[in-house]
T-cell receptor, first 115, second 114 residues
Framework: AQSVTQLDSHVSVSEGTPVLLRCNYS??????LFWYVQHPNKGLQLLLK??????LVKGINGFEAEFKKSETSFHLTKPSAHMSDAAEYFC?????????????FGTGTRLTIIP | KAGVTQTPRYLIKTRGQQVTLSCSPI?????VSWYQQTPGQGLQFLFE???????NKGNFPGRFSGRQFSNSRSEMNVSTLELGDSALYLC???FGRGGKETQYFGPGTRLLVL
C-alpha cells in the first residue's frame, strides 16, 4: 500500500522569505513522487517529479524538492516566496512498477503569502 | 499542443438524476484517469482507462462508471445522483501507463447536486 502525509495543512510566509512544505510518504515499492499546485478555481499543475534519478529535483517557478529515502520524505522548498505562489500544494505518490498508475494524493497544504 | 479539456465546466443537477462528463486528453495521450475532489475527502482516484479498457478502479460505488473511445476521449457517468456527489471532477491524461508517467490535469467539471 502507498500513502502520503502532508504535515502542515496551512503555511504562511512573508514575501521574499523561504518556503518549506513538508511531505512524508509510505510505499512498499520504489515510488515516484510528485508535487502539484492548484490555484483557486484551476486544475492541477505539475511542479516537479521524482522517478529514481537524481534525488534533488528542480521544478518550475524556482521550486525544488529532495528525495530522502532514509527519512521517507519529499519536502518542497523555494528560496524566496512570491505573491503568485499563493495556492494549494499537493504531494503525490505513485508506484513505479508497471501496472499500478493510481496517484495517491496528500491532503494538501494551503500556502499563504504575506505582503 | 492543446491541454486536457473537460466539458461542461459547471453543472447543476438534482438528486436521482444522472450526469455524463467528458474529457479530451492531450493529443497522443492514451491513458485517461478520473479523480473526485471534495473538501472533506480531498482528491480521490476514480478509475483509469487505457486503450478503451478500464485498467484500474478506486473505491467508489457502481453508480460511477466510465468509458473510453478509440480516439482516447473519455466519459464518466454518475447515475442516481446523491448530494454527496457534489464535487470537482478532474480528468488527467498521460502518454502511457506506469508510475513514472506524468499525468496532466484538465480544469475540472464542478458538479453541484441539489
Amino acid at each position: 500500500a502507498q500513502s502520503v502525509t502532508q504535515l502542515d495543512s496551512h503555511v504562511s510566509v512573508s514575501e521574499g522569505t523561504p518556503v518549506l512544505l513538508r511531505c512524508n510518504y509510505s510505499s512498499s515499492y520504489s515510488p515516484s513522487l510528485f508535487w502539484y499546485v492548484q490555484h483557486p478555481n484551476k486544475g492541477l499543475q505539475l511542479l516537479l517529479k521524482y522517478t529514481s534519478a537524481a534525488t534533488l529535483v528542480k521544478g518550475i517557478n524556482g521550486f525544488e524538492a529532495e528525495f530522502k529515502k532514509s527519512e521517507t520524505s519529499f519536502h518542497l522548498t523555494k528560496p524566496s516566496a512570491h505573491m503568485s505562489d499563493a495556492a494549494e500544494y499537493f504531494c503525490v505518490v505513485s508506484l513505479s512498477n508497471f501496472g499500478n498508475e493510481k496517484l495517491t494524493f496528500g491532503t494538501g497544504t494551503r500556502l499563504t503569502i504575506i505582503p | 499542443k492543446a491541454g486536457v479539456t473537460q466539458t461542461p465546466r459547471y453543472l447543476i443537477k438534482t438528486r436521482g438524476q444522472q450526469v455524463t462528463l467528458s474529457c479530451s486528453p492531450i493529443s497522443g495521450h492514451r491513458s485517461v484517469s478520473w479523480y473526485q475532489q471534495t473538501p472533506g475527502q480531498g482528491l480521490q482516484f476514480l478509475f483509469e482507462y487505457f486503450s478503451e479498457t478500464q485498467r484500474n478502479k478506486g473505491n467508489f460505488p457502481g453508480r460511477f462508471s466510465g468509458r473510453q473511445f478509440s480516439n482516447s476521449r473519455s466519459e464518466m457517468n454518475v447515475s442516481t445522483l446523491e448530494l454527496g456527489d457534489s464535487a470537482l471532477y478532474l480528468c488527467a491524461s498521460s502518454f502511457g501507463r506506469g508510475g513514472k508517467e506524468t499525468q496532466y490535469f484538465g480544469p475540472g467539471t464542478r458538479l453541484l447536486v441539489l
